[in-house]
C-alpha cells in the first residue's frame, strides 16, 4: 500500500513540478542551467572519467563532507566528484573552492524519466546521500542500476521516524544502502526503528565536528573588536526579531557593542535590515563598512566561517523557534566563541547535552536572552574552553574517511 502511495504521488506531482520549473526560469528565480539540470540535463561533462555522486540539500551539509571530499579527491585522482544540492546558492558558494575540483549541479527532481535521464548519462560509479533527504524515486533508480549507495552522516528525528516508518523500508527505497553512517546514536536508533537492518547501521563522529575553519579576514579583524563582537549564525524567520531587541538592550547599555546577524538565507536580509531601522539600530552590509555599524547584515553564502573568529560570543540560529532543530556547535567551538543557544536545538540535542554537563554553553529561554548574551560575553573564556574540552579537535580522521570510502566500494 506504501509503494503504491508513493507512485500515485509522483504521478500527481509531475505535471506541477515541471511547470514550477518552468515559471522558476521565465520569472528569472533561477537560472536556465538549474532549470536543466532539475529536469536531469547536464551543463557539465566528466570527460570520460568515473564518476562519484554526492548529494548534499544545503551548503551546509556540503561544507561538513568538504574533508571527506578532499580526501577521495586526493585518493582517487581518475574519478570526478559530482555534486548536486537543491540550493542553487550553495552551488554558487561551492565554486569558491579553488582546493577542490568538482561538478556542481542542481539535483533532479525525484521523478522517474528525469532520473533515467540524470543516471543514464552520469552513470555513477557510487552514491553517497548526505544527512537526511529521502528521494524514494530516486533510491528506486539507484538499486535499479545496482549502483553501490551509502548515507553519510545520517540523520532522523524522533518526529520523521514515525511518520517514515509507516511507509516502510522498501517503499522509500532506503534498502538501497548497504551502509547508513548515523552523526549520533538518537539517529541511530531511530533507523533501526524504521526498520533498516542493524548491521546495516554505524554511529560516527559527526562530520561537522571535523570542521576546519577558513582563516578570517585581515581587514575584518582589524575592524571588529572582538571582545565586544556578537555573532548570531544563521537565523531563521521569527528570530531576527528576538535577537535584535535584546541586542539592542545591551548596545543601549554600551554602545560600543557590535551584532554581526548573518541570515540563514540572505535573501531575507532586506526584511532584517527594516527590522533593526524599526529598532533603531544603525545597519549595514558586511564588508561594505569601514567603520562597522552597530549591526552588520551579512548577505552571502559561503562567508560565515571566517566570521566566527570575529565573535567573543555566538548565538546558533534555529533555536529560538519550533521545527528548525537548531544548527552546528562545532564551528564556533573551533573559533573559541562562547556559545549561546535558544531552546529548540534538537538537531544536536546530544552535543548541546554535553555542553551543558561541562558548562561548555548556555541554553537561554527566549524572555533571558539579553541577559545570556551579557553572561556570555562575561564569561567568554571559561564557557569556550569548556566546550574545546568538551569537544576537542579531531585526531586525523583518514582511518574515517578509508572505511567509508570502502564501504561504497571506491
Given at each position: 500500500m506504501s509503494v503504491f502511495v508513493i507512485n500515485l504521488f509522483t504521478i500527481i506531482a509531475t505535471i506541477p513540478a515541471l511547470l514550477w520549473i518552468a515559471f522558476q526560469v521565465?520569472?528569472?528565480?533561477?537560472?536556465?542551467?538549474?532549470?536543466?539540470?532539475?529536469?536531469?540535463?547536464?551543463?557539465?561533462?566528466?570527460?570520460?572519467?568515473?564518476?562519484?555522486?554526492?548529494?548534499?540539500?544545503?551548503?551546509?551539509?556540503?561544507?561538513?563532507?568538504?574533508?571527506?571530499?578532499?580526501?577521495?579527491?586526493?585518493?582517487?585522482?581518475?574519478?570526478?566528484?559530482?555534486?548536486?544540492?537543491?540550493?542553487?546558492?550553495?552551488?554558487?558558494?561551492?565554486?569558491?573552492?579553488?582546493?577542490?575540483?568538482?561538478?556542481?549541479?542542481?539535483?533532479?527532481?525525484?521523478?522517474?524519466?528525469?532520473?533515467?535521464?540524470?543516471?543514464?548519462?552520469?552513470?555513477?560509479?557510487?552514491?553517497?546521500?548526505?544527512?537526511?533527504?529521502?528521494?524514494?524515486?530516486?533510491?528506486?533508480?539507484?538499486?535499479?542500476?545496482?549502483?553501490?549507495?551509502?548515507?553519510?552522516?545520517?540523520?532522523?528525528?524522533?518526529?520523521?521516524?514515525?511518520?517514515?516508518?509507516?511507509?516502510?523500508?522498501?517503499?522509500?527505497?532506503?534498502?538501497?544502502?548497504?551502509?547508513?553512517?548515523?552523526?549520533?546514536?538518537?539517529?541511530?536508533?531511530?533507523?533501526?526503528?524504521?526498520?533498516?537492518?542493524?548491521?546495516r547501521v554505524e554511529t560516527i563522529p559527526n562530520f561537522k565536528?571535523?570542521?576546519?575553519?577558513?582563516?578570517?579576514?585581515?581587514?575584518?579583524?582589524?575592524?571588529?573588536d572582538r571582545a565586544n563582537t556578537f555573532l548570531a549564525a544563521s537565523t531563521h524567520e521569527g528570530e531576527e526579531t528576538l535577537i535584535l531587541n535584546a541586542f539592542a538592550t545591551l548596545w543601549h547599555q554600551n554602545p560600543n557593542l557590535r551584532l554581526i546577524l548573518v541570515p540563514r538565507h540572505p535573501n531575507r536580509v532586506k526584511a532584517v535590515e527594516a527590522m533593526c531601522q524599526n529598532i533603531g539600530l544603525n545597519v549595514s552590509i558586511y564588508g561594505d563598512e569601514q567603520k562597522p555599524e552597530a549591526v552588520s547584515l551579512v548577505d552571502s553564502l559561503g562567508s560565515l566561517q571566517r566570521i566566527y573568529p570575529l565573535a567573543a560570543v555566538t548565538f546558533v540560529g534555529g533555536s529560538l523557534v519550533p521545527d528548525i532543530g537548531g544548527h552546528t556547535p562545532y564551528e564556533p567551538i573551533r573559533a573559541g566563541s562562547a556559545i549561546v543557544s535558544g531552546p529548540f536545538h534538537h538537531n544536536f540535542i546530544e552535543e548541546y547535552a554535553a555542553l551543558c554537563a561541562?558548562?561548555?554553553?548556555?541554553?537561554?529561554?527566549?524572555?533571558?536572552?539579553?541577559?545570556?548574551?551579557?553572561?556570555?560575553?562575561?564569561?567568554?573564556?571559561?564557557?569556550?574552553?569548556?566546550?574545546?574540552?568538551?569537544?576537542?579537535a579531531a585526531a586525523n580522521p583518514m582511518d574515517l574517511f578509508a572505511a567509508v570510502a570502502e564501504k561504497v566500494g571506491l
Amino acid at each position: 500500500m506504501s509503494v503504491f502511495v508513493i507512485n500515485l504521488f509522483t504521478i500527481i506531482a509531475t505535471i506541477p513540478a515541471l511547470l514550477w520549473i518552468a515559471f522558476q526560469v521565465l520569472l528569472g528565480k533561477s537560472s536556465i542551467q538549474t532549470g536543466k539540470n532539475r529536469i536531469g540535463i547536464a551543463t557539465e561533462t566528466a570527460n570520460g572519467h568515473p564518476v562519484i555522486w554526492l548529494h548534499a540539500a544545503s551548503l551546509g551539509e556540503l561544507t561538513s563532507i568538504k574533508p571527506f571530499l578532499l580526501y577521495l579527491a586526493q585518493t582517487r585522482p581518475d574519478h570526478r566528484l559530482l555534486i548536486t544540492t537543491n540550493n542553487p546558492a550553495a552551488l554558487t558558494a561551492a565554486e569558491a573552492w579553488t582546493d577542490l575540483p568538482t561538478l556542481l549541479q542542481s539535483a533532479p527532481i525525484d521523478l522517474p524519466f528525469v532520473l533515467r535521464r540524470f543516471l543514464n548519462y552520469w552513470q555513477p560509479v557510487a552514491f553517497i546521500n548526505i544527512e537526511s533527504e529521502i528521494w524514494p524515486n530516486r533510491f528506486k533508480a539507484l538499486k535499479q542500476n545496482n549502483i553501490p549507495s551509502i548515507m553519510l552522516n545520517a540523520r532522523v528525528s524522533d518526529k520523521s521516524t514515525k511518520r517514515l516508518g509507516s511507509f516502510g523500508v522498501k517503499a522509500l527505497g532506503l534498502d538501497l544502502f548497504s551502509h547508513i553512517y548515523a552523526q549520533n546514536s538518537a539517529s541511530a536508533e531511530n533507523f533501526k526503528a524504521i526498520g533498516i537492518l542493524e548491521k546495516r547501521v554505524e554511529t560516527i563522529p559527526n562530520f561537522k565536528s571535523l570542521v576546519t575553519l577558513a582563516p578570517p579576514d585581515p581587514k575584518m579583524l582589524e575592524r571588529y573588536d572582538r571582545a565586544n563582537t556578537f555573532l548570531a549564525a544563521s537565523t531563521h524567520e521569527g528570530e531576527e526579531t528576538l535577537i535584535l531587541n535584546a541586542f539592542a538592550t545591551l548596545w543601549h547599555q554600551n554602545p560600543n557593542l557590535r551584532l554581526i546577524l548573518v541570515p540563514r538565507h540572505p535573501n531575507r536580509v532586506k526584511a532584517v535590515e527594516a527590522m533593526c531601522q524599526n529598532i533603531g539600530l544603525n545597519v549595514s552590509i558586511y564588508g561594505d563598512e569601514q567603520k562597522p555599524e552597530a549591526v552588520s547584515l551579512v548577505d552571502s553564502l559561503g562567508s560565515l566561517q571566517r566570521i566566527y573568529p570575529l565573535a567573543a560570543v555566538t548565538f546558533v540560529g534555529g533555536s529560538l523557534v519550533p521545527d528548525i532543530g537548531g544548527h552546528t556547535p562545532y564551528e564556533p567551538i573551533r573559533a573559541g566563541s562562547a556559545i549561546v543557544s535558544g531552546p529548540f536545538h534538537h538537531n544536536f540535542i546530544e552535543e548541546y547535552a554535553a555542553l551543558c554537563a561541562s558548562g561548555g554553553c548556555l541554553i537561554t529561554p527566549v524572555a533571558a536572552l539579553a541577559k545570556s548574551l551579557s553572561d556570555a560575553a562575561e564569561n567568554t573564556d571559561n564557557l569556550s574552553q569548556a566546550a574545546q574540552n568538551t569537544y576537542p579537535a579531531a585526531a586525523n580522521p583518514m582511518d574515517l574517511f578509508a572505511a567509508v570510502a570502502e564501504k561504497v566500494g571506491l
